[in-house]
């Protein structure tokens, strides 16, 4: 069983993913994480000149390859091509499905973006809300409670959070989202900050 499986490997997803693999060797220990992505991130069609500390006309597709990479070099993370259909379960026993592989972790995070959200949860249609800071129609985001945790053991990040629609406030959502994760864990507020020589 994986601690974390991370729905949608955008820059939410990722962010989320390389958040939780630096637990490594820290004191809340490797926090098993496998993302599940079906290729389809709004980045992927984006030429970017506003991101801090990105080169100014990075390439979408690029930036989400380096992020992957980057995201892997954490041993306990993984990463899956697959679109999920359905999670079912509770916080600590949760089986997420695709089309035709089922996976099992003890939570989730959300982060498939804001196009639409049809992914069964214990067999119920999650309601969604129109997403009012996208400037298209038919766009969504989910209703959470404290700190992105939409039900127990289940968060969402990224667009899908109902944050603006740029790279930056979608990967700090999925930050977040990780952070506000991994304080359950550990029980009390939890980040992990490195300095020099913190990872020899
Ligand atoms: C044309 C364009 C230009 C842009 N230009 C800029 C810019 O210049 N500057 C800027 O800051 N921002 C820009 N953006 C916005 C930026 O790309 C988004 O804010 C950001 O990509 C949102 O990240 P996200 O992770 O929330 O969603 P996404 O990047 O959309 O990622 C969601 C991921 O979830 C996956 N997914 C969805 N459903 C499932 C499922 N059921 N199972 C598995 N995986 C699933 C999708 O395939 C996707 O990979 C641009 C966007 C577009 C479309």
């Given at each position: 069983?994986?601690?974390v499986i991370i729905v949608g490997g955008g820059v939410a997803g990722l962010g989320a993913a390389l958040t939780l693999g630096s637990s490594e060797g820290k004191t809340l220990g490797a926090i098993e994480t496998l993302v599940i992505d079906n290729g389809k991130s709004d980045l992927k069609k984006a030429e970017l000149y506003n991101v801090p500390l990105l080169k100014k006309g990075s390439n979408?597709?690029?930036?989400?390859?380096q992020m992957k990479k980057d995201a892997l070099e954490?041993?306990?993370?993984?990463?899956?091509e697959g679109c999920v259909k359905s999670i079912e379960g509770k916080e600590g026993g949760f089986v997420v499905k695709t089309e035709n592989e089922s996976y099992e972790s003890k939570y989730v995070i959300l982060a498939s973006g804001a196009h639409s959200f049809d992914i069964l949860i214990n067999g119920e249609k999650v309601p969604t809300l129109e997403h009012d800071l996208l400037p298209k129609p038919q766009k969504v985001k989910l209703a959470y409670k404290n700190r992105q945790e939409l039900v127990?053991?289940?968060?969402?990040a990224g667009l899908l959070a109902g944050v603006t629609t740029m790279y930056a406030t979608a990967l700090g959502s999925g930050v977040e989202a990780a952070c506000s994760l991994m304080s359950k864990i550990g029980g009390k507020t939890t980040i992990i900050h490195d300095f020099p020589g913190s990872r020899e």
């Open positions: 069983m994986k601690d979408g597709v690029e930036v989400l390859e954490f041993k306990s993370v993984s990463y899956q127990d053991g289940v968060w969402v």
